[in-house]
T-cell receptor
Framework: NAGVTQTPKFQVLKTGQSMTLQCAQD?????MYWYRQDPGMGLRLIYY???????DKGEVPNGYNVSRLNKREFSLRLESAAPSQTSVYFC??????????????FGPGTRLTVL | TQLLEQSPQFLSIQEGENLTVYCNSS?????LQWYRQEPGEGPVLLVT?????EVKKLKRLTFQFGDARKDSSLHITAAQTGDTGLYLC?????????????FGKGTKLSVIP
């Protein structure tokens, strides 16, 4: 099992460009999450999908959109990138419904720089 | 809004020393998890504690959940360079179909040989 995979691993954008970060999990998990991690700020939730077909905003959703394409895949889109979106982005998944403790499994991250 | 405060924020120790990292909240959590994140990688789950007063051991790491389920600690005995990383605590309340975790900001541990 690959667990949670993310592409790309690194990306440099210019202000105003758009891009989509891809995430896939092969653990048959119901819930998936997108976080950003910035120095001194910890992990902040951008969007999550409790189950296939549903998405909800997290703590810092502005400037982002998401798509739960199917049970395996959850993508994050930046429509018009801004320097404030320079960060490391992590996708995570958890069993969700049926899970007692919501233990999350993380991907390796995407390091995004917006110039 | 539930918050988890971790202390210290940074810790630099010599190999062989002992250390304790704390995770505190004013809120009750039904479970608390500890993750370790190595540079350039995603967080990896170390342990989940669910019962007030619970103690779990993972080799040289000892995790404790407070009696009131509002705080937790991680104690490392005889630290090794391989323990270097960012330690994150996360609290969960899987009610109402939320399945979200509240993360602390982390303790960055450096173990010097």
């Amino acid at each position: 099992n690959a667990g949670v995979t993310q592409t790309p691993k690194f990306q440099v954008l210019k202000t105003g460009q758009s891009m989509t970060l891809q995430c896939a999990q092969d653990m048959n998990h119901n819930s998936m999450y997108w976080y950003r991690q910035d120095p001194g700020m910890g992990l902040r939730l951008i969007y999550y999908s409790a189950s296939e077909g549903t998405t909800d905003k997290g703590e810092v959703p502005n400037g982002y959109n998401v798509s739960r394409l199917n049970k395996r895949e959850f993508s994050l889109r930046l429509e018009s990138a801004a320097p404030s979106q320079t960060s490391v982005y992590f996708c995570a998944s958890t069993l969700g419904r049926g899970s007692l403790y919501n233990e999350q499994f993380f991907g390796p991250g995407t390091r995004l720089t917006v110039l | 809004t539930q918050l988890l405060e971790q202390s210290p924020q940074f810790l630099s120790i010599q190999e062989g020393e002992n250390l304790t990292v704390y995770c505190n909240s004013s809120s009750v959590f039904s479970s608390l998890q500890w993750y370790r994140q190595e540079p350039g990688e995603g967080p990896v789950l170390l342990v989940t504690v669910v019962t007030g007063g619970e103690v779990k051991k993972l080799k040289r790491l000892t995790f404790q959940f407070g009696d009131a389920r509002k705080d937790s600690s991680l104690h490392i005995t005889a630290a090794q360079t391989g323990d270097t990383g960012l330690y994150l605590c996360a609290g969960g309340n899987p009610g109402a179909g939320s399945y979200q975790l509240t993360f602390g900001k982390g303790t960055k541990l450096s173990v010097i040989p």
